[in-house]
């Protein structure tokens, strides 16, 4: 027995190696085969990248951030600019623009509307009347004491100017500080309470075309706080706008609602206001034009200073694309310079002797070679001031020293400067007309039994308007305090301060005899100055 459990041992150990040395065999086979036909494959067909230099993949994060960050600092400062303007003797079929939807009427106002109606046909008044057009602007605050730089068109002819600063819902009612139509710039005040995030302007002459640009605005009014990005496309583009506006072109996307909103450059600094773009009718096709922000730094610290931007004149008038002809400067014996068409009566330059058909070469010693060069030396110059002016005339030179006048004296037709206005609502009013329920009117719409004062009338873009008061709203309290009179109205609210909260209570015409309780209220707004 022993014997045959060794014999069997032996054959098993046998059997292990043989099967080993088969898998080997196997294995050995398989490694010869697979390298002959790699070896062929590789000969007919060389491998991908062999001898290539392995491609880097590039960080995505430098451009993008830097844009991030400068959108993080100056974004803080750019508000959005709501004005309302009352336009007299328009319908209700009026056309045009439509309010902006923060204005439209919300669910409870078009339910009132029918009542409304009702009111205004049983007290015969006409469809036509005051109606508030509204429109919204972009501005940037360059001053933490609540300055803010827009466009003159932007609050042009409002009656009230409301701001909305970045990520808030609180509407600050905004003084207009002063305003230059020439250069299309306004300067606004709102009174915070705080300091507030302001942008710094930066050197616009530094700027080179091909340069990165940012316009950060408000575009259609409602897309708060948008960026976009391009190139500046061009400097000093005349021929765009009025006299003294040069503007630096972009293909950075700006919109309607952009107006007043800054151009920064990569530095995070404000180098233009955008003002106006060139379109086909279908919105931003890229060619959009911001005022430079050293026009912008010299308009604003007049109208700080002074409330309104004063530029000097010598009293001449010219056309720039006739005046430097070179066939017409080689005939007048001029190598350069601007042929005058008109001396104004009694003007420096007429006190001087100059003439129309006279070329002036140089002001101050700087050569003229078109408009801007004799136009913003002498506009720039403070009133009273001299310049010197080289002319040629019949050939000959002539030197000649004026005194600058003021330019709205001389040309006061061009004049477009403006200041604050005294359009703001009165706290003792608030935009209402009112009426005793005694009178005959109210009787007869059946207000007879009721105490309080009836609302005739609501100013458009009025405190009252804003507050939500509708023409046959019945005024019962203010501020808890019963009135059964406007006279009683009227010494209720006399007493209020702007600023301070005021409650009304109304009653309001739901059915043919059925009146609601509603409650209005607000904070006292405090009148233009």
């Known amino acids: 027995m022993g014997m045959q459990l060794r014999e069997f ?47 880097a993949i590039p960080d995505p994060v430098q451009l993008s951030n830097a844009f ?36 439209e009427m919300g669910p409870q106002d078009d339910q009132q509307q029918p009542f409304q109606d009702f009111f205004n046909r049983f007290f015969d008044f006409p469809d036509q009347g005051p109606t508030a057009e509204r429109s919204l602007g972009s501005g940037v605050i360059v001053d933490k004491k609540g300055f803010i730089l827009t466009n003159h068109h932007v609050v042009d002819q409002a009656t009230k100017i409301q701001v909305y600063l970045n990520g808030e819902q609180t509407a600050y009612t905004a003084k207009v500080v002063g305003t230059d139509e020439e250069t299309d710039l306004a300067v606004l005040k709102i009174e915070v309470g705080r300091d507030l995030p302001a942008a710094k302007l930066g050197n616009s002459d530094g700027v080179q075309v091909g340069d990165w640009a940012l316009a950060i605005g408000n575009p259609f009014g409602f897309l708060q706080g948008s960026v976009t990005a391009g190139i500046i496309s061009a400097k000093d583009r005349g021929n765009v706008g009025q006299q003294f506006q040069r503007f630096i072109q972009t293909d950075a996307a700006i919109n309607p609602g952009n107006s007043g909103g800054p151009l920064v450059d990569m530095a995070g600094q404000v180098i233009g206001i955008n003002t106006a773009i060139i379109t086909g009718g279908h919105g931003n096709e890229g060619v959009g034009f911001a005022l430079p922000s050293n026009t912008a730094i010299g308009v604003y610290n007049q109208i700080i200073s002074n409330g309104r931007v004063t530029r000097g004149s010598i009293g001449v008038s010219f056309t720039e694309a006739q005046g430097s002809n070179p066939i017409v400067l080689k005939e007048l014996g001029a190598p350069y310079g601007i042929v005058l068409q ?56 002539h030197d000649a020293s004026l005194t600058v006048a003021d330019r709205t004296k001389i040309f006061p037709d061009r004049a477009g400067n403006g200041g604050s206005s005294d359009n703001g609502p009165t706290p003792a009013e608030f935009g209402l007309r009112l009426e005793d329920l005694g009178s005959d009117r109210a009787k007869r719409a059946g207000y007879e039994n009721m105490k309080g004062v009836l609302v005739t009338e609501v100013d458009p873009a009025s405190f009252a308007e804003d507050i939500g008061f509708g023409r046959g709203d019945v005024i019962t309290e203010v501020n808890h305090v019963p009135v059964n009179s406007v006279a009683e109205y009227r010494r209720n609210v006399s007493g209020l301060k702007p600023g301070q909260d005021v409650l009304f209570k109304v009653l309001r015409r739901t059915g043919s005899d059925q009146f609601d309780t509603v409650y209005l209220a607000g904070a006292v707004p405090a009148p233009e100055q």
Request: aromatic fraction near 2%.
């Open 9 to 55: 041992a032996v054959w098993a150990r046998n059997r292990k190696i043989v099967a080993t040395l088969l898998m080997t065999v196997t294995l050995a086979i398989g490694m010869l085969i697979g390298t002959v036909i790699s070896g062929r494959v590789g000969a007919s067909h060389p491998a991908a990248g062999v001898g290539g230099t392995p491609l």
């Open 68 to 103: 991030a960050l400068i959108v993080n600092k100056v974004q803080p400062a750019v508000v959005n600019v709501s004005t309302t303007q009352v336009i007299e003797g328009h319908g209700k079929g009026k056309g045009g623009a439509q309010p902006h939807s923060r204005d």
């Open 342 to 397: 008109r001396v104004e009566p009694g003007s420096p330059a007429e006190k001087a002797g100059l003439q129309s058909g006279d070329v002036i070469t140089s002001v101050n010693g700087k050569p003229v070679h078109n408009g801007n060069d004799l136009v913003n030396p002498i506009a720039t110059t403070p009133i009273g001031s001299t310049v010197r002016v080289t002319y040629v005339r019949d050939k000959k030179e």
